[in-house]
Each structure stands twice: as C-alpha cells, then as structure tokens.
C-alpha cells in the first residue's frame, strides 16, 4: 500500500470579512487567525486536523473534522486568516481594514509555518484564497475575493497581492534561516493559542540536515 503523506504541504491565506478580533466562527474555520492588534489565535483545532489519514486525522479527530476554510482545497493545507475587512464601502474602505503591522505578523507567523513543516513559498504553496479560487474555478471557492486588496498598499492590483506577499513571507524565511538551528522538535513551535504574536522573528525547529528547510 502506498504510503500517503503525514505532512501539511500548503498554506492558505485569508481575510475574515469580520471584526478586528477572532470570534467562535473564526476560530472553528482557520487553523490560525491574527487579529488587528497583532495578537495571534489558534484555531479549535491544529493543522494537523487537515490531514485526512484512515478514517481520522492526524491529530486524531475524525476525518470529517478540520478545519474548513477552503472549499475544494482543505487537505493538507493551513488555513490563516486575517481579521478584519467588515463590509466594504462603495469608494473602497473598510470599516476595519487589515493593517501593515498585522499582516507583518501574519507573514512572520506563515514564515514559521513554512520553516516548520517545510513549506517552499511558492505560487502554489501558499496563496490567497482568491488566487486559490482563480487556479480552481469548479471549486465552491471560485469568487473568493480574499486577499485581493491590501488597503495599506492600494496600488496593488488583485493579482499583484499573492506575489507581494509571498516576497514578505520570503524575507522573514530568511531571517529565520539566518537565526541558526535550534534543538530539533517533534512538535511545531506553534501549536496552541498564543497571548501575544511574536515581535521579532523567533527560531523555529529546523528540519533534519536530510530534510533542509526548502526555499
Ligand atoms: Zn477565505
């Protein structure tokens, strides 16, 4: 029988379209969510609840129970929300924008995640879910419209915003590559809720030396 993978292999990205903080919905639907202060929240469930594996997931929930953030996309893939985005007024605000310095978190946190789980950041690796719902259109997240506008950066087209993130993703990547290894863990570095979102970027678990942390 062939082996299926125990790894989470991609990395979803959205918008809430709710409030600057994460509410109970929030939390049953992204593995992650950073809300506007920065602070970080982890999900009801890990990532590893998005890997379907004989009838349970990895992390032992039954298999029908993960984390739904992406419709036709959910197996093996974090999903991390931003908090914010209520609405949208006819001449393009928000009520509660995403600000700079949360998604700064926000890359900071995927940049770990990719460290972690060895997660290259590519186009296909990690994504917005609009860019998600344009590569899968028969897919019930074709039309998302997550992340398609940064408001800090207005003059970022729709289908610049992916790119523009992934380079953030990639610098934090390097920095963290850059912090050296650290004792090697079992378990991701982050995992559980956590009070505050780290400020600076923080060491995570490097994989083993035949396991390098892809680009
Ligand atoms: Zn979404």
């Known amino acids: 029988m062939m082996m299926m993978s125990q790894t989470l292999k991609r990395i979803c990205i959205h918008w809430t379209a709710g409030g600057v903080k994460a ?13 506007q ?55 393009n605000t928000w009520q509660n924008p995403l600000l700079r310095s949360q998604c700064e978190t926000a890359w900071q946190l995927i940049a770990q995640l990719c ?15 609009y860019e998600f719902g344009l590569c899968n259109p028969s897919t019930p997240s074709a039309g998302k419209i997550d992340i398609s506008v940064l408001p800090f950066m207005p003059s970022l087209l729709p289908n610049q915003v992916g790119g523009y993130i992934r380079g953030r993703i990639s610098a934090y990547l390097v920095e963290i590559k850059k912090a050296g290894a650290v004792k090697p863990k079992t378990t991701p570095a982050v995992s559980k809720p956590t009070a505050t979102a780290p400020k600076a970027p923080v060491p995570v678990a490097n994989k083993p030396a035949s396991a390098p942390v892809p680009r």
Do not use: W
């Open 37 to 91: 202060d920065g602070d970080i929240m982890a999900g009801n469930l890990p990532p590893e609840s998005n890997i379907p594996q004989n009838g349970v997931s990895l992390s032992g929930q039954p298999e029908g129970s993960y984390m739904a953030h992406c419709g036709g996309g959910n197996s093996f893939t974090i999903g991390i929300s931003l908090c914010g985005m209520t609405g949208k007024n006819p001449n």
């Open 115 to 129: 460290a972690i789980y060895g997660i290259p950041v590519t186009a296909e690796t990690v994504y917005t879910h």
């Open 23 to 35: 509410n109970e919905l929030d939390r049953s639907h992204y593995h992650f969510t950073v809300e």
